[in-house]
């Protein structure tokens, strides 16, 4: 069955200092990957997706996230963050083939402090 | 263009009422799912329709839970008659394509059994 773990339920950094978001997930076939953010009062919104090609994927706001099939890992990654990156972010899959349900992290909660 | 949306966004029922929430997809998206967030959870998924067919229903709870779309437009979720562990936060999203396409989410409703 397949699983998505994301290692730290909070992160608290410092404005404009990087951030790392890990997630790894477990399947026995191919899978897409993605992030979606959740800001207070809102709706789930994607930051970007691994589809297939180039292993680093871009997506809005200045995130990327890196593709590793060895270590089926797919951390989330900002270089400068700001105090409006403050949300919650999910790692989420779909296997290749599937219907296109999504199966969840538990979540990380991003806090930027001033 | 307007999102998902759900009604209403909050609902506080004692146990053994029942309970029917409501989701607007994005004009177009023929696929619409339900997914459920208990406290302290990840996200799990609950049921995918195609248009107005029930198309993968293996994350609904139990029989308790119903859930229709009428013509392949909007679509309710029901809890009849609700328990405490039906609390939680529900949400729906849609997309047009199904293999790795975005899912566009709503806010979400917050249901309380109490």
Redesign the interface.
Known sequence: AQS?TQLDSQVPVFEEAPVELRCNYSSSVSV?LFW?VQYP??????LL?Y?SGSTLVKGINGFEAEFNKSQTSFHLRKPSVHISDTAEY?C?V?E??S?????????TKLSVKP | EA??TQFPSHSVIEKGQTVTLRCDPISGHD?L?W?RRVM??????LL?FVKESK??ES?MPNNRFLAERTGGTYSTLKVQPAELEDSGVY?C?S?QA???????????TRLTVL
Do not use: T
């Not at chain 1, 009062?41 to 994607?46: A, E, P, T």
């Open positions: 998505v897409y979606y009062n809102q709706g789930l919104q994607l997706k589809l999910f989420a779909s290749r083939g219907q296109g349900n999504l199966i969840f992290g538990k979540g | 999102g998902v696929n799912y997914y302290g959870k990840e996200i799990k998924f995918h198309q993968d994350g949400f999203a997309s199904r293999l790795g396409g975005e899912q566009f989410f709503g806010p979400g």
